[in-house]
């Protein structure tokens, strides 16, 4: 069974102090790593997908990289507005189906 | 662009009444269409997933059932609902990929969301 594990549960940071999430995982043959973002009540928005060990992909302040057992979400100087829940998920080779870690909410203070 | 819709937005139902959530997808055809469940502090639970009008599968056993009567349409409903059935629910669409027999796009399984159900039921 497919398993997502993400760290920590809950960052709280200074407007400007750069920090990562962790999203650990077991899948059988990765066929993709998503990141997305949720803002409370909302539905969570896209932001990146990773295919192979090695990849990085950067947004504005964010950056993903993918390693073999990991992915982490970099936030560069992070602004309150970057203050969101974090949600990491994978997809084995044949499936349709995404497995969801539990997310990190990171808090950025002014 | 393709937008997906869902409603209602909130949703207070008593114990033991029914059910129906609706999710519309714009702007693309054939898409995959997923449900979800998110709890409180936990991660997005797959209820049922969908690759086509009338065909459903089903991830969790619960009194919950959906349905796909139209291309870009996705139900979900319940005959009587539990206090267990309180929740955020999301849907989602993928574009229609090779898994699927389509077409191959670039990013044929990321998953696009909606704006979200939140319903307590009292």
């Known amino acids: 069974e497919d398993q997502v594990t993400q760290s920590p549960e809950a960052l709280r940071l200074q407007e400007g102090e750069s920090s990562s999430l962790n999203c650990s995982y077991t899948?059988?043959?990765?066929?993709?790593l998503f990141w997305y973002r949720q803002d409370p009540g909302k539905g969570p928005e896209f932001l990146f997908t990773l295919y192979s060990a090695g990849e990085e992909k950067e947004k504005e302040r964010l950056k993903a990289t993918l390693t073999k057992k990991e992915s982490f979400l970099h936030i560069t100087a992070p602004k309150p507005e970057d203050s969101a829940t974090y949600l990491c998920a994978v997809q084995a080779g044949n499936d349709y189906k995404l497995s969801f870690g539990a997310g990190t909410t990171v808090t950025v203070r002014a | 662009s393709q937008t997906i819709h869902q409603w209602p937005a909130t949703l207070v139902q008593p114990v033991g009444s029914p059910l129906s959530l609706e999710c519309t997808v714009e702007?693309?055809?054939?898409?995959?269409l997923y449900w979800y469940r998110q709890a409180a502090g936990r991660g997005l639970q797959l209820l049922f997933y969908?690759?086509?009008?009338?065909?459903i599968s089903s991830e969790v056993p619960q009194n919950l059932s959906a349905s796909r009567p139209q291309d870009r349409q996705f139900i979900l409903s319940s005959k009587k609902l539990l206090l267990s059935d309180s929740g955020f629910y999301l849907c989602?669409?993928?574009?229609?990929?090779?898994?699927?027999?389509?077409?191959?796009?670039?990013?044929?399984?990321?998953?696009?969301f909606g704006p979200g159900t939140r319903l307590t039921v009292l």
């Open positions: 969908s690759v086509g009008i009338g065909q």
């Open positions: 899948v059988s043959g990765l066929r993709g």
């Open positions: 989602a669409w993928t574009y229609r990929g090779r898994l699927a027999g389509g077409p191959s796009y670039g990013h044929t399984d990321t998953q696009y």
């Open positions: 702007g693309t055809s054939n898409p995959n």
